[in-house]
């Protein structure tokens, strides 16, 4: 999925009522099957793409996907787009067809494959002021496990035109992957290799999966300050080599601000956007011809993006990263020395799954055996990663 513009209505626990203005909460009735819809438009290049589904019981994780309907995005000057689904209950614009810009009014019309009529409020895409700054702070916070040792990420906004007040936050984590003993050589056999290509490097990425939002209503100046975001451990081995954080940030009005807060507290992991909920809270979709209730949020926003990246070295002195993977690969490897049985050996290892990895090579003597590793431990693709270097990456 396009992540830097994806349209989101997140919808697993929102319910609509045409013309409400504040979230409210509502029952799902028992066994209803409702429109879910979830999406976002902003002022960054499409493709977009708008999920439906229907809701489920709260016993069944599935989620029918909602096929065959007609969606289409609006803005109120008379542009319109018509979305193609590309995947069951996935629908997208055109690669260079609508984008959002700041100060027009949005909104979202679907038709279902059986006629049922849906639309969204009008939205307006609101601007969204630079961020001051992204950075981390050491922090030792206490938990049910004891002490955990890690850096916890702050935002820090200033609107110098006082008119955002109400922020969300999505952010997506990107750390190299790389494999701790590289095969280069595929073994042939009688002492013979040939030079493959080896997934030396690798890069990982995850996407924010809790609600993060910010209001300076309070304040006399629309100003955020230390805002936290995330908080990475310094055991995780995502901080072994090079890490990036990439912070997004949108702006709300109060209705939208209250759809969220009102998810964040309902929630049944506390802040977690994904979890199936005993109740709904109202958003800004409507049934056109009934008075079924809708799932979901139609959202429109500019949106201010930074990132920042650290290495090793930006760590505190005397943390301690995660490097279990790494003991295991070389307190792992096996070796075969060379015997006039050592090919049926050899043979036997690469049948149950291990890589050659390299030469025994003695001075004056030449190659006295054979070395083999885990494929985790020689592919860092094996470890979840793409081999594809991000444009972004140092």
């Excluded at 977009?48 to 029918?64: A, G, K």
């Excluded at 030792?140 to 850096?151: A, V």
């Excluded at 992991?269 to 809270?281: A, I, M, Y």
């Amino acid at each position: 999925m396009r992540i830097a513009n994806q349209i989101w209505i997140f919808g697993y626990c929102c319910l609509l009522m045409l013309g409400c203005r504040e979230p409210l909460m509502v029952e799902v009735p028992s066994g209803s099957s409702l429109l879910v819809v979830r999406g976002m438009i902003t002022d960054q290049p499409g493709p977009y793409q708008v999920r439906l589904s229907r809701s489920n019981n709260l016993n069944n994780p599935e989620f029918p996907m909602e096929t065959g309907a007609s969606v289409t995005i609006e803005s109120q000057s008379g542009e319109i787009e018509l979305l193609v689904e590309e995947a069951p209950g996935y629908y997208s614009t055109a690669e260079n067809g609508i984008r959002g810009e700041i100060g027009e009014h949005y909104r979202l019309v679907i038709v279902t494959g059986d006629e049922r009529q849906y639309q969204s409020d009008w939205k307006l895409l609101k601007a969204s002021p630079e961020m001051d700054s992204v950075y981390f702070e050491y922090q030792e916070q206490e938990t049910l496990d004891g002490l955990l040792k890690g850096l916890q990420t702050f935002v820090d906004v200033d609107d110098p035109n006082n008119a955002t007040t109400y922020y969300r936050y999505e952010w997506l984590e990107t750390w190299e992957v790389r494999a701790d003993l590289p095969a280069y050589f595929e073994y042939l056999g009688n002492d013979e290799r040939v030079l493959i290509p080896a997934n030396e490097f690798c890069w990982n990425s995850e996407a924010s999966s809790t609600i993060s939002i910010a209001s300076s209503a309070q304040n006399t100046t629309d100003i955020i300050s230390r805002h936290p975001i995330l908080f990475v451990t310094t055991g995780t081995s995502r901080l072994r080599w090079l890490y990036s954080l990439l912070v997004r940030q949108y702006a709300l009005d109060q209705q939208e601000y209250l759809f969220w807060k009102s998810l964040q507290e309902t929630a049944v992991e506390p802040g977690t956007l994904f979890d199936k909920q005993p109740q709904s809270v109202t958003g800004n979709l409507s049934s056109i011809n009934s008075d079924e209730p809708v799932l979901g949020y139609f959202s429109a926003s500019a949106v201010a993006e930074k990132r920042i990246f650290l290495s090793l070295g930006d760590l505190p002195e005397g943390s301690v990263i995660d490097r279990t993977l790494t003991r295991q690969c070389f307190d792992g490897q096996v070796e075969v020395g060379k015997s006039p049985t050592s090919e049926a050996e050899i043979q036997e290892l690469l049948d149950v799954g291990l890589v050659f990895f390299d030469w025994i090579v003695s001075p004056g003597a030449g190659i006295v055996g054979y070395i083999f590793t885990q494929p985790i431990c020689s592919d860092c693709t094996e470890q979840g990663g793409i081999t594809e270097k991000p444009d972004y990456w140092p």
